[in-house]
């Protein structure tokens, strides 16, 4: 049984496509892609940045809800290094809740990435720092007069009109400029232990396509 450094290890030798391949041969709906995410730093959408790495949530409540709890100290301060921080914002996504500050303080805390379910700001300033940051959108103004911190690391609705998806505080998270994939931590192994096979067929089917070999072809003798 491998544990969260061994599996961290191993996702980072794959793209968000190989993890998702082996979620959808698993029978995983939607190979664990979150829609709508896209790759705002260090650069848009380009580059070889990828990040792979244990989930901590922060699931953010509205303001003016009395009843969500309220959490102890700053919750930047407390993500774990090497972990990718999912901020859950809840709708609608108009002000942002992750900005150059924050980014400051998880860059020097060691966090591997950001990937906000919601808006970010102070573009720039993350870029400078080169620091990944995933996000729904940007904008300008900060989310404190409309919403805030509640709870760490507990689970959280990814928000999406045409997808169900949960994110899990002992999930994995990858992103690239493909996209962000959600891996499920009891799927993990699994994943694994399929990818690289599923990857080598491709490379056999690349390499026969190359040589002028039909694609049913090559798909019939590789993929099977």
Same mark, same amino acid.
């Given at each position: 049984?491998?544990? @969260?450094?061994?599996? /961290?290890?191993?996702?980072? +030798?794959? %793209?968000?496509?190989?993890?998702?391949?082996?979620?959808?041969?698993?029978?995983?709906?939607? &190979?664990?892609?979150?829609?709508?995410? %896209?790759?705002?730093?260090?650069?848009?959408?380009?580059?070889? %940045?990828?990040?792979?790495?244990?989930?901590?949530?922060?699931?953010?409540?509205?303001? +003016?809800?009395?009843?969500?709890? @309220?959490?102890?100290?700053?919750?930047?301060?407390?993500?774990?290094?090497?972990?990718?921080?999912?901020?859950?914002? *809840?709708?609608?996504?108009? +002000?942002?809740?992750?900005?150059?500050?924050?980014? $400051?303080?998880?860059? @020097?805390? &060691?966090?591997?990435?950001?990937?906000?379910?919601?808006?970010?700001?102070?573009?720039?300033?993350?870029?400078?720092?080169?620091? *990944?940051?995933?996000?729904?959108?940007? &904008?300008? %103004?900060?989310?404190?007069?409309?919403?805030?911190?509640?709870?760490? +690391? /507990?689970?959280?609705?990814?928000?999406?009109?045409?997808?169900?998806?949960?994110?899990?505080?002992?999930?994995?998270?990858?992103?690239? $400029?493909?996209?962000? /994939?959600?891996?499920?931590?009891?799927?993990? !192994?699994?994943?694994?232990?399929? /990818?690289?096979?599923?990857? !080598?067929?491709?490379?056999?089917?690349?390499?026969?396509?190359?040589?002028?070999?039909?694609?049913?072809?090559?798909?019939?003798?590789?993929? &099977?």
């Amino acid at each position: 049984m491998l544990d @969260k450094r061994a599996i /961290v290890t191993q996702l980072k +030798n794959w %793209t968000t496509c190989d993890i998702a391949d082996g979620l959808s041969r698993l029978k995983h709906r939607h &190979g664990g892609f979150l829609e709508c995410l %896209t790759m705002y730093s260090p650069h848009f959408q380009s580059g070889p %940045t990828k990040i792979a790495g244990p989930v901590f949530t922060v699931k953010f409540a509205p303001k +003016n809800d009395a009843v969500a709890p @309220k959490i102890s100290g700053h919750y930047i301060d407390q993500i774990p290094k090497d972990a990718i921080l999912f901020i859950s914002q *809840p709708l609608p996504h108009i +002000n942002s809740v992750f900005g150059g500050l924050m980014a $400051l303080r998880a860059h @020097k805390l &060691g966090v591997a990435g950001v990937v906000v379910d919601g808006r970010l700001r102070d573009l720039q300033e993350h870029r400078d720092l080169g620091f *990944p940051v995933f996000a729904k959108g940007a &904008g300008t %103004t900060a989310g404190g007069e409309v919403c805030r911190p509640s709870e760490l +690391n /507990v689970p959280v609705r990814f928000n999406s009109g045409i997808q169900e998806a949960w994110i899990m505080p002992d999930d994995y998270m990858i992103a690239d $400029l493909n996209g962000v /994939v959600c891996l499920p931590g009891e799927l993990a !192994e699994a994943v694994l232990d399929v /990818v690289p096979r599923m990857n !080598e067929a491709d490379r056999k089917c690349a390499e026969g396509i190359a040589q002028g070999r039909t694609v049913e072809e090559v798909f019939r003798e590789f993929r &099977g």
